[in-house]
């Protein structure tokens, strides 16, 4: 119960520092949080501040001497502001991973790269930075991370998520399609975006690129991932339930068959999504290489609620005896 009083405490004084911030500086929420945010990993107020908004904040910042703040506190916290921040937002659900999606994409990474004595990981979608920090949690081994955004504002929020929570994360502030200055990686993590993408040029160099007018984006972006993943490595993809139902789905279908081999599905309960078009699951992927085979049986999950704690206990049972077996017929 402490931990929750800390997540509350810290987010209400994100909060309230934000709320000065904008009032006094007539900024948007998520760029005053960010500014919020800036000031908390420095402890001291921002040069720029004028001398009324310099002593206000002055004063916020003694009240945090006070806290005992812990990483996994301040990624709650800082998650509850930013959702705060989005609400009334058209995309919202292209911004943020839920917190229990993000945590079961942890597990699976944790899983898959079991055994292995360092890691490369890259999140090429990271928006706020919600899924890669708390993938980066999970993880055993050392891990050199990488992460891209093409958003001004959701990039500098994760980049001061990354640095709050000490997890050095390396950004790159582009179009996610555009080729990346990034050696191929063992794990990327990736809650894709689902809707169309509007440049049919850049288009045009993917496999997966529709036939005529714009493609998916999800489709570009999980190809864009395959590339920068390393032979014999995983991806482990947030998607949208319907993208293997879509009217551009044949070709995904051999995109895969040919590039990767599906290790498993996990679907989400419904009761994680505000309504079924927003229904998302858990895809795992491995790209294809010399010595790598399809498991004889996929991992096929339907999740159940979140909040049923004895039927999670009892998945989350089966599913270890699943990784068991797949890495013992799966040694890399």
Not at 181 to 207: C, E, K, T
Not at 249 to 261: F, G, I, T, V, W
Request: charged fraction near 20%.
């Amino acid at each position: 119960m402490e931990g929750a009083n800390q997540v509350e405490r810290l987010f209400e004084w994100l909060d309230q520092t934000t709320n000065l911030i904008q009032q006094h500086e007539d900024l948007p929420y998520l760029d005053s949080l960010a500014y919020t945010m800036d000031m908390l990993f420095h402890r001291e107020v921002p040069a720029e501040a004028d001398d009324i908004l310099s002593q206000k904040l002055g004063n916020t910042l003694k009240d945090i001497d006070s806290f005992e703040l812990k990483t996994d506190d301040i990624r709650k916290a800082v998650q509850l502001a930013i959702l705060k921040g989005m609400q009334g937002s058209t995309q919202q659900q292209h911004l943020m991973t839920p917190d229990t999606v993000a945590l079961l994409a942890g597990y699976l990474a944790e899983k898959l790269t079991q055994g292995k004595e360092s890691l490369r990981v890259f999140d090429p979608v990271s928006g706020t930075g919600n899924l890669i920090t708390t993938v980066l949690g999970q993880l055993k081994q050392p891990t050199e991370a990488y992460a891209g955004e093409v958003d001004a504002t959701l990039i500098k929020l994760a980049v001061l998520n990354a640095n709050l929570q000490q997890k050095p994360v390396e950004f790159f502030h582009q179009d996610s399609l555009r080729p990346f200055l990034l050696d191929p990686v063992d794990l990327i993590v990736a809650d894709l975006p689902v809707g169309y993408y509007p440049d049919d040029l850049r288009a045009s160099d993917f496999a997966l690129k529709a036939d005529e007018g714009h493609s998916y984006a999800h489709h570009l972006l999980l190809e864009q991932s395959l590339n920068y993943t390393a032979a014999g490595g995983y991806l482990v993809l947030v998607i949208p339930e319907s993208l293997f139902n879509s009217d551009q789905s044949d070709k995904l279908h051999r995109y895969l068959q040919e590039n990767a081999h599906i290790v498993g599905v996990l679907q989400l309960p419904e009761s994680a999504f505000k309504s079924d078009k927003n229904r998302k699951s858990l895809l795992i992927l491995q790209k294809q290489g010399e010595a790598t085979s399809a498991p004889k049986q996929p991992l096929l999950v339907q999740m159940p609620s979140f909040k049923n704690a004895h039927a999670m206990q009892d998945i989350m049972a089966q599913m270890n005896s699943w990784f068991a077996d797949y890495k013992a017929k799966h040694n890399d």
